[in-house]
């Protein structure tokens, strides 16, 4: 069978958007269907890049922004890549301005020429992505005010710190990219502020606890964390070159701001199109991620997802996501039936050492959807206290009450957080419960893991709690009764130098080592509640069961102990 | 309610065994049960120590055996800590001579003084461990030949190097434990030697391709691997010094050899009670892990386990596992119906910057248990190509044909094995499909993983295979047709300065770049088989897809490209 014999019968598939999900579709259908008539539109200048990397092309760690483009053996994703070896027609400064449902084609104009043309298609592909929001404030066209969603972008926010005496920045947003960039612009030398509108930062993926911690951190790294303020206005020198936000409290002086307050999906051409978009703004696709319009997929960050937990639609945009989606989108043109099962909110980022990583539901998430829910904070090395080059990580298990379903995860900490994230980002795709987890045949050797590896440790704890064997307080309950004096016994149970080095300063808190327990507990009042607090809860839990068996009634651990506390600690005598 | 006021209904727990699990069950239940009289019978001198950190003791990484029984912060896990802090007795040097299931007691005898004495119980743990193999071949107790599995034998071969001059190793066993201990005494300065007497290195736990790309690997380390060899017997000096050790083939010279040939549970005085010992000759159990007695529980490295894939009974004795046992005994003594729900033959291990795991069923042991499999090879870097210090790793997943169930897993490199590992594991836990791993919304930014994950990644080459969308051949397949001198074309599809810098020297092998497949394919004689590989095997099966559009039909792709060929490449011209 020859090509030109056939040639037709060539299904014509045309693809608006040439990054991620619409180079995947191509490539992948090229390979299903070696005789479609493939073409990629796209409105910007570069083909096929990684977005994600901006932050380390920024940062200078990937030298060029063609790296950004190369395929692992060094070959640039261009125009002729795709053409010679892949065999797909991609355009490049190509906008598509119009599509025709019932004549089946796609109006194009070719940007550097201004050109039109309309495109035939058998099967449309929309893979149009996102746009970044921007806020209509003043002083938005200062020099110096960046979004940073496209190479285009990338390329110009490096053009200005190469000819821009920049000592300042603020990044405007305290989200995953806006703290991601917070980094690539502090390694530069550059003092950074970052500016989040709501109580704390990454609102969208962290409990609140968690976002403390974190900000703890990045401010040790010499990063200003602004929360719930927003900037009014940027203002300008008379030379049109930013100098400071203008803020609801602040004025923070910056040569160069970054506006990281997420994205919108580009939904405008499918909109005119009349196909249907979901509650959350982006398209709405079927399993198979068809439109309203079968003829017509879509996938990557123009369209929905549904989340695999809940079963709503829920707008993630992922890079992971959207290649994931131009494979099935190129499996279903080729005749195939298959399906994208959804996501699980899952992101992972880095801040200097420290690694962020969550997926499922937050708490907060999960009690706002009415579960009954159950949380543990787990401390721990990330392998044997004796092997060198462990480092700590926290895990948050975030569980139902009633069944012991495994609802989220969260974990923070210089160690290994992503392995333990994926082990419950997997269990979560099973529908797993936290004992399923605590019981898991998980690779065990001291270069990788405690015998009892982290999250078989947190799970246990949960268990503990889950079956009433043990009754934890949240730090962010304890802090509240701190605060706000409450009469109890906030009982430290780690040894003296251990509270010399390090500890919380309030006068509630009772120094007795849990060595002393057993026998000295019994001095402590009956009719007071108990919260007791160790280093990482362990001992903590084993002070509260000594307790108990010496007839206390009202006694908790807190949870996650001294090293999961996100507030302020006193070091030192 | 008083401890004194019920003494007489104090349960009565004697445990013998204080390392692993039979400590971790003593703690668990002075945890659930504060009344409960629990004693540890140890006959060893060191309790709760992690002996799977002895060949980071041996090399010097962790400079005191007593930091392998330290707590996180520091304290030694000794009799008086257990007493004072657990509430646990804990009798070292002490050996349980018998049990008398029916009066309920085990003699044990003080093994400083040779006094006697029985323990009642009410109910018995056995945590008795595993002893090393030792064959008893001519030589064995000549000075400077060891087993290597408790601390006093760790303290043993520690002493020994720091008083001989040792410059020559022989590990007799090339088994994981072997490796590790090979890689620890060769960062000594030691030239090493490993002795397997099977076909491959590791052959419990890897198939004979990875075996022998780690074989390769530790080759070009310095490591000398001799398989398909055994050790006849030890040659020494007047002054009973090791000297050498001769093989059936090899006089190998050596001042040290470590036997590391595997353990047999330690079953001795359980047999003798008249317990139910398994297939597998460890004790059997239940899943509450109760012995035939029900009032005898056992766990850790004596007791055989269920494997989740087969259902079979297995020998894998494993720390993890080890702790995991502990807590389900103690949960069950305090009256619950805890269960432990069997291993997967999970294994990881560290040897110089390789990572190397597995889990599940190998190819072999599924082939050998009636299963159709299909499987993956899929090497690719861990990050995205740009990001710095991305490293490769190979993938090789299992899978049943018929069904699409992952059936096993393993993973080899510099890389980010463990992560990949541990999505495996909890895949095959829950009984995953190679789909549903396919399509996990795992956790992605470039400092993590490539935006389609590498396991993602294996998924979707192996689902082309079972969909019969591509066709692979395996490296040990094309090495045998090498050997064999088959007619067929083995097409190399990467460029020239690839092919270049290394390739398989083979008349055989044919140069044509991927992008001239499409074009001048049909140059190539249609009535031959035809091979395709490349770096990784994504262009290979490109090539392949490309071949068969212009009408091939016995067209395979050699999965894993050169990154995966086990056997010599020829490097430069």
């Known amino acids: 069978m020859h090509a030109d014999t056939v040639s037709q019968e060539r299904k014509r598939i045309v693809i608006i958007g040439g990054v991620a999900c619409g180079m995947k579709a191509a490539c992948r259908l090229r390979r299903r269907d070696p005789l479609a008539d493939i073409t990629v539109i796209e409105k ?20 060029d922004y063609k790296n950004l483009m190369d395929t692992p053996i ?29 004549a089946k084609t796609v109006e194009v104009v070719h940007l550097e020429t201004g050109k039109k043309e309309n495109l035939s298609y058998d099967k449309l592909v929309l893979a149009t992505g996102a746009v970044p929001f921007v806020p209509p404030l003043e002083g ?13 972008e990338a390329r110009a926010v490096k053009e200005f710190l190469s ?21 690539a612009l502090s390694k530069l030398g550059i003092q950074v502020s970052v500016i989040e509108k709501l109580e704390h930062i990454v609102p969208a993926l962290l409990d ?48 160069l701001a970054l506006l990281s307050i997420g994205v919108r999906p580009d939904v405008t051409l499918a909109r005119e199109a009349g196909l249907e978009i979901g509650q959350t703004g982006a398209l709405k696709v079927t399993p ?60 992972i980022f880095k801040v200097f050492d420290y690694s962020v990583g969550r997926t499922g539901l937050s708490e907060q998430e999960a009690v706002k959807l009415g579960h009954e829910v159950m949380c543990a904070i787990v401390p721990a090395p990330d392998k044997p206290h004796f092997y060198e080059g462990a480092r700590p990580i926290i895990i948050k298990l975030i569980a139902e009450k009633a069944t012991g379903k495994l609802l989220g995860a969260q974990m923070v ?20 419960t936290v004992e399923e987890l605590s019981k898991l045949d998980l690779a065990y050797a001291p270069p990788f893991a405690p015998a009892m590896d982290n999250i078989v440790t947190a799970a246990n704890v949960l268990r503990n709690k889950l079956y009433g064997k043990s009754r934890g307080c949240s730090p962010l309950e304890v802090k509240e009764k701190l605060d706000h004096g409450d009469d109890f016994i906030f009982l430290d149970v780690r040894s003296p130098q251990e509270y010399e080095q390090m500890r919380i300063d309030h006068p509630a808190v009772k120094l007795m080592p849990l060595g002393k327990v057993r026998s000295e507990g019994q001095s402590l009042p009956m009719n007071k509640e108990i919260i007791v607090s160790c280093k990482s809860s362990l001992r903590a839990y084993e002070a509260q069961l000594m307790l108990q068996a010496q007839g206390f009634t009202n006694v908790r651990f807190m949870d996650g102990g001294i090293l999961a506390w996100p507030f302020e600690l006193k070091t030192g005598s």
Chains 1, 2 share one sequence.
């Open 44 to 63: 910007g200048a570069f083909l096929s890049y990684g977005a994600c990397g901006f932050p380390f092309y920024i940062c200078g760690m990937v030298p």
């Open 74 to 102: 060094g070959a640039v994703r261009d125009e002729a890549f795709f053409k010679n070896v892949k065999g797909v027609t991609a355009l490049t400064r190509t906008a598509a301005t119009r599509i025709d449902r019932h």
């Open 140 to 152: 938005r066209d200062l020099r110096g005010v960046f979004s940073l969603w496209t190479m285009t």
């Open 163 to 183: 000819n821009t005496m920049v000592s300042q920045a603020a990044i405007v947003g305290g989200g995953l990219i806006g703290l991601e960039m917070a980094e």
């Open 208 to 255: 609140k606890e968690y976002a403390l911690l974190l900000t703890r951190y990045l401010e040790s790294k010499g990063i200003n964390i602004y929360t719930s303020d927003a900037v009014r206005k940027f203002s300008g020198s008379d030379t049109k070159m930013l100098t400071s936000l203008i803020t609801e409290r602040e004025e923070i002086p910056a040569q």
């Open 288 to 347: 198979n991620l068809q439109t309203s319009d079968p003829d017509i997929y879509a996938g990557g960050d123009c369209v929905e997802n549904v989340h695999r937990l809940t079963r709503k639609a829920v707008y993630a945009p992922m890079g992971s996501t959207a290649n994931k989606h131009g494979r099935v989108i190129a499996d279903c043109i080729a005749g195939d039936d298959e399906t994208f099962p959804g996501v699980l909110g899952t992101a």
């Open 413 to 432: 900490g210089p160690g290994d957080v992503a392995k333990r994230l994926e082990i419950a980002v997997t269990s979560l795709s099973h529908g797993g």
